[in-house]
């Protein structure tokens, strides 16, 4: 999936400098695992969202796909009222991207920032709203501009916003997921919303992630609008080198050429042999669980996002494997990462425990900090594996001197 063009720029290399590898070829810096999530789909990024996320990362201790995820929001919004796909469903390339990782190490908000101040200087129309703290402040914001990517620096202040009592913030922003019109009218108030188109980036620890929702959020289907990028940056540069001299000028450059080649093809059709990939995976995929809700949504939205980014015509069956990647991968993080829902810290722990066995067996160590038990203290944690070894659901294995989880049923 070669992109059109290429900056024909070379890229900083970090620690690699010297080994005969480029950054773009090696295995990604960010691939390791953070918790239990699973690795980022690398082999999927392609075109210009591609070698944005090459450069910018090649010059900060941001794990790639972060800048490729948001670069790709950002891309959708701006031709989220032109660009879709040849459908009776108008699927509108918007999405609600939130970047997980830890605490001031993985820089998420200076993938987001980075990436918006990107697309603002480039002269392109997006339009930001850096916060919101009520559905009408929104609403006035979406007044001046019908489209807009709601930037959350903090997506746990979002939450906490969301949680007031009268605050219609929280269904406003769930109903434009899919809708382009929200009407909330009280005795007191009234929000009215036709025609706007809003995108989500929004960065979060994975801690806040798995602790703060409510059933307010998950009843009402919110955390599965949601499209999790999960990763863990390398330590590389003590002080972050300048960007190769005239990069960001010819990355602009490729940004304009793919909003033009989008707004020149604003409807794409799937060939024959794609939309057979595709129908197979749709008819196959897992869909009895809560976790895979709307991911056929974002596949729809994802195709014609990538075929633009790299300036193709039609989505072909590089693009719906692509797709098919991202989708895969997106249900895995989403069952690493489900909100936990428990009425206290021990029962929280023990819940936390077997998702990460749940995706094999791990060392005393390796459990310790996939769990971060550091947080909670050793006490709560060594009580929360004795309830689990105590009822038959964790068993620690001599020969592989792993904790395993023991599978209801019989199976481990």
Known sequence: ?????????????????????????????????????????????????????????????????????????????????????????????????????????????????????????????????????????????????????????????????????????????????????????????????????????????????ENTWSKHFTDIGFNNRLWLVAGSAEQQFAIPPRLPEGAEEKLKQHLQDVIRFARDHRELDLTPDAKRLYVHWYENRDRLTTHATRIDTYATRLMPLLAVNSLKQAVDEDIVRAVIALCDHQLEVRKA??????????????????????RGPLGKYALKKAVNYARVGLGPYTQALRNLTEAGHVRWDKGKQAHVLIQQGGGE
């Open 1 to 209: 999936m070669a992109a059109p063009w290429s900056t024909g720029l070379r890229i900083p290399l970090g620690p690699d400098e010297g080994s005969g590898r480029s950054r773009a070829a090696s295995p990604d810096s960010s691939s390791k695992k953070y918790a239990a999530t699973p690795d980022f789909p690398v082999e999927v990024m392609a075109g210009a969202a591609r070698e944005f996320a090459d450069i910018y990362s090649g010059c900060v201790e941001v794990p790639r796909q972060f800048f490729f995820m948001s670069y790709l929001t950002c891309l959708g919004n701006i031709v989220a009222d032109q660009l879709t796909l040849t459908s009776f469903i108008n699927h509108q390339p918007r999405l609600y991207t939130l970047l997980l990782g830890k605490s001031g190490v993985d820089r998420k908000s200076t993938a987001i920032s980075k990436t918006v101040e990107f697309f603002e200087s480039a002269q392109t129309d997006l339009k930001v709203c850096r916060g919101a703290g009520s559905a009408e402040g929104l609403q006035k914001t979406l007044e001046r501009s019908h489209k807009l990517v709601l930037f959350l620096d903090e997506f746990k202040q979002f939450i906490g916003k969301c949680k007031i009592d009268s605050s219609v913030l929280l269904p406003c922003v769930n109903t434009l997921f899919e809708s382009n019109r929200y009407e909330s009218q009280t005795s007191q108030k009234e929000i009215v919303l036709r025609d706007v188109y809003l995108s989500l980036l929004a960065a979060s620890t994975v801690a806040t992630y």
């Open 337 to 358: 990462l489900d909100p936990i829902d428990a009425d206290t810290q021990l029962a929280a722990l023990e819940q936390k425990i077997q998702r990460v066995l749940s």
